[in-house]
Nanobody
């Protein structure tokens, strides 16, 4: 059974950092593109970043470029989203997406940026 589990969210002050993890089971994450989406309260899902199967990142939100970095550890079947210089507008539930497709994700992890 294929499964994605996101973790690493939490409450952080503006300017802080978090690293989100995305652990895959039941399939090999390295064979697929992987991305991160987010949904802020009262808003639609939005794609944050997509990492191709060739490990080329594509940022979907200009404001995170230079602050967010996606990576993966193929041996651990895990992808990561390193988020630095966090802003209150980054507050959202973050989802790790297989093939950067809407809905192909786990339960998400909440990120709250607040002083």
């Amino acid at each position: 059974q294929s499964q994605i589990v996101e973790s690493g969210g939490g409450l952080v002050q503006p300017g802080g950092s978090l690293r989100l993890s995305c652990v895959a089971s039941g399939f090999t994450l390295a064979d697929d593109a992987v991305g991160w989406f987010r949904q802020a309260p009262g808003k639609e899902y939005e794609e944050v970043i997509c990492f191709s199967s060739a490990d080329v990142p594509t940022y979907a939100i200009e404001s995170v470029q230079g602050r967010f970095t996606i990576s993966r550890d193929k041996a651990r079947n895990t992808a990561y989203l390193q988020m630095n210089s966090l802003k209150p507008e980054d507050t959202a539930k973050y989802y790790c997406s297989v093939d950067c497709e809407v809905g192909r994700w786990g339960q998400g992890t909440q990120v709250t940026v607040s002083s």
